[in-house]
């Protein structure tokens, strides 16, 4: 799989200028030796590897870096930033290109809209508690796929071997310091609305 970049396209420097000083992570760094596709577990299930999609950045390609399903099949392992000779962390990379999609409203591939939905309400459980109560993560989930009793059994063979917590937990001491955190990326704390 290679990713189509014409000949003719020039660099638009603003969109990398705002990625990297947004995820404080050097796109521009990297030198494209391929190091973390070739380590990457799930580039079966990727559009772009991530060295193509980081060469899209590089070239400011806003439109097919925030449509690629590559930042939502990222499972944040960190595989390639142990292989990058360079250091670039990708899953953080990731997760700042899955919010900026959030915030720009592009269309999240159908079948990745579920990974949209997860990573939405794991920040509303964080902010609302500052830890995640599983059952209530799951209930949210739930409640917007609307796929109550696709995995009931699972659920269930959890709660029998204690995995899943009925009431829901205290809330942590520093729930404020969470809470300023999120207040400091306006971009999250706009998207969640709390």
Known sequence: MTTF????IRPNRAFLKQVESRSKVM????FQCRKCSAGCPLTFAMDS??????RLLQ?????????????WVCTACETCV?????EINIPKLMDHLKQMALEEGAAIPDREKNIAIIHHTFLEEVWKRGRVYELSLIGRFK??????LSDANLGWQMFRKKRLAVLPPLKIKGI??????????????RILKP
């Open 5 to 8: 970049i014409p000949k003719t």
């Open 27 to 30: 796109v521009s760094a990297c």
């Open 49 to 54: 590897y991530p060295d193509r999609l980081i």
């Open 59 to 71: 070239l400011g390609l806003k439109n097919e870096v925030l449509r690629s399903k590559t930042p």
């Open 82 to 86: 142990t292989r990058c000779p360079n």
């Open 143 to 148: 409640h917007h796929t609307f796929n109550f």
């Open 176 to 189: 404020n310091e969470i809470r300023e955190m999120f207040s400091k990326t306006p971009e999250v704390f």
